[in-house]
């Protein structure tokens, strides 16, 4: 790829502020995606007890029923937000969000509160193939792997906010507790409630805050509504900066003719792209750090942490993953995105070889929980970030939401076969294997990511699709 964006060599006078202001509305989304999707690990010692869950399919389900959820979410974002626009699903995503925190908070069988989760998971889906892509289309190739990189951010936020949570809301637990005990207890019988309820707050700022945001200017053009995408173009980076970028809009439909429906996937060219795109959001799931979050509980229980020091540690957790989540904000656009995968997958590969070594020998301490931080930062700095931002950015403009929606639904398949599947290879298999297992998975994403991933940091969306024209 060139090394200079056309367009943005000819005006640098962006309204950083709106654009900021804008990108961060649309990245509550991931705040809520992420709260709603860590919420649960710490919840899920007493809903467990509540609704008498014993067996490790029933722990699985509960855990994972959500990405049911999330798939439908998926695969409706593409054809929907192309026919209704970004915005629109956005904005319904964050009603959904407020119905199915109050609805899991308030069920009082199992089977509601899975009907629940699955409409939480229907507004994850739709959240996070759409908070990207809207930054996407709407920031400055510049600085736009900084601002995608925001809703990764923001997802970390939303983790943090979940886990913080759940430690202040749930009572100490003796050590010696029994089941029984933990059903009765206010833990098991109200708090794990309030964990689910208080995201109806950040819902309801969400769903309100996306009424004063633009559609975004490419779905815009796109649909035939020029002088509304220039408006937004001009107001983002100056009347020369419109120009320009509404230039290279349109050469690069012309030049892709059609609907950019799922019949022009089957182009070879762009059946290249996609898989591409496909192949790096099942590895940003299959790595196997969402195990860490989501069963943290029987992660430290493994590594001889009581229950109260599990809640406490799951707190340091997300605030290391913030940390490192801020310093990917400034090296995406610096470093590259090809570079920091690179980084991640290797990374990861060594710290689980070691984290699965160390469980082999049954060894308990301060040193586990040391990998298992160093496990997050590593992707906090990397894959979390990185992924969303390449998956965003390399599909054409005509089927980028198409495109974007089949790679997330990749995406949500593979974190539900791994959700799904960790306390069963747990179980099975033990802990040691299982992380082996995971840092194969790595090592073969590593390989992948050097020979299939071009760089694409600094480039317009326009000229990212002519590469792979």
């Not at 709260?35 to 509540?50: C, L, N, Q």
């Not at 795109?277 to 493994?302: M, S």
Request: charged content about 15%; hydrophobic content about 55%; overall charge positive.
């Amino acid at each position: 790829m060139k090394a200079d964006s056309t367009v943005e060599a000819v005006s640098s006078r962006f309204d950083t502020a709106y654009i900021w202001t804008v990108s961060s509305v649309a990245a509550l989304g991931g705040l809520l995606f992420g709260y709603d999707w860590v919420v649960i690990g710490g919840a899920k010692p007493f809903y467990e007890k509540f609704f008498q869950l014993a067996t490790p399919a029933e722990q699985g389900w509960a855990m994972s029923c959500a990405l049911v959820g999330c798939l439908a979410g998926a695969l409706l974002s593409g054809g929907l937000s192309d026919r209704l626009g970004r915005k629109r699903l956005l904005i319904f995503s964050g009603l959904v969000f407020t119905v199915s925190s109050l609805g899991t908070a308030i069920a009082p069988t199992f089977r509601a509160f899975v009907v629940w989760r699955i409409m939480g998971g229907l507004a994850i889906g739709l959240a996070s193939s759409l908070s990207p892509m809207y930054i996407a289309e709407v920031a400055p190739a510049a600085f736009r792997g900084k601002l995608v990189s925001l809703n990764q951010l923001t997802i970390v936020i939303g983790i943090l906010l979940a886990q913080l949570i759940n430690w202040l809301i749930a009572e100490p637990v003796p050590s010696d507790a029994t089941a029984l005990q933990i059903l009765h207890s206010w833990n098991g019988q109200v708090g794990w409630r309030w964990m689910f309820g208080v995201t109806a707050i950040p819902s309801i700022l969400f769903f309100a805050a996306m009424f004063f945001v633009p559609e975004s200017p490419r779905w815009l053009a796109k649909n035939g509504a020029w002088e509304k995408a220039q408006n937004v173009l001009v107001r983002v980076g100056g009347r020369t900066y419109a120009a320009n970028a509404l230039n290279e809009i349109r050469a690069t439909l012309t030049a892709s003719p059609g609907k950019g429906d799922f019949r022009t996937l089957l182009n070879p060219r762009m059946t290249k792209v996609l898989f591409l795109g496909v192949a790096l959001a099942v590895l940003q799931q299959w790595c196997g750090i969402n195990v860490i979050f989501n069963y943290a509980e029987e992660v430290f229980t493994a590594a001889g942490y009581r229950v109260t020091d599990i809640l406490f540690n799951i707190v340091v957790t997300g605030a290391v993953n913030l940390l490192f989540t801020l310093i990917a904000l400034e090296t995406v656009d610096k470093r590259g995105r090809r570079a920091l995968m690179l980084i991640g997958s290797g990374g990861l590969a060594g710290i689980y070889a070691l984290l699965g070594s160390f469980y082999r020998v049954h060894s308990h301490g301060l040193h586990m929980l040391i990998l298992v931080v160093s496990a997050i930062a590593c992707y906090a700095v990397s894959l979390a970030p990185a992924t969303w931002v390449v998956i965003s950015e390399i599909f054409p403009n005509r089927i980028r939401g198409t495109a974007m929606s089949i790679a997330v639904t990749a995406l949500w398949i593979a974190s539900f076969i791994l959700t799904y599947t960790f306390p069963l290879l747990n179980n099975a298999l033990g802990a040691a294997m299982t992380f082996w297992i995971y840092a194969g998975i790595c090592v073969a994403g590593f390989f992948f990511i050097k020979a299939r991933l071009p760089e694409t940091k600094g480039k317009t969306l326009e000229e990212i699709e002519a590469f792979w024209r």
